[in-house]
């Protein structure tokens, strides 16, 4: 993919992924620079213009993912799993048969959510949450 950007008063003004318009000043090429970040333990984080090069590079930053925020991660996942058995059974429901939604579905999806959420909470590190 081509990028672009617009360089006024030494200010990145826009950022396109067209080519601009015929006649306008300042657009110069631009690449994105992204490093590689380590599955689970990092991701990227911003980006700094580097106007010295040319093309211009678009240079990603990486932070470290803290164990809580890949916690809150994986419990969101669990959570959206069981809504997901909810929502299915309800709109067995909810159909203009005379099927009713497995409830016992429901029930067993709760029960492996609230396990799985009481394992990732036990975790204190990042080895131990690759570990479930």
């Avoid at 580097?50 to 959570?79: C, F, H, N, S």
């Avoid at 069981?82 to 159909?95: A, G, H, K, S, T």
């Amino acid at each position: 993919m081509s990028l672009f950007v617009q360089i006024v008063n030494n200010e990145v003004k826009q950022v396109w992924d067209t080519q601009p318009p015929a006649g306008e000043s300042g657009w110069k090429s631009a690449v994105e620079v992204k490093p590689d970040v380590v599955e689970n333990r990092q991701a990227l984080d911003g980006h700094t213009f580097d106007l010295t090069t040319d093309p211009v590079q678009i240079v990603y930053a990486v932070r470290d993912i803290t164990v809580d925020e890949r916690k809150a991660g994986l419990i969101g996942r669990a959570k959206a799993e069981f809504q997901q058995v909810v929502n299915e059974q309800l709109q067995i429901e909810m159909d203009d048969t005379d099927t009713a939604g497995d409830l016992d579905a429901v029930s067993a999806a709760k029960a492996v959510k609230d396990a799985r959420i009481v394992a990732i909470n036990a975790c204190t590190t990042h080895d131990e949450l690759d570990a479930i």
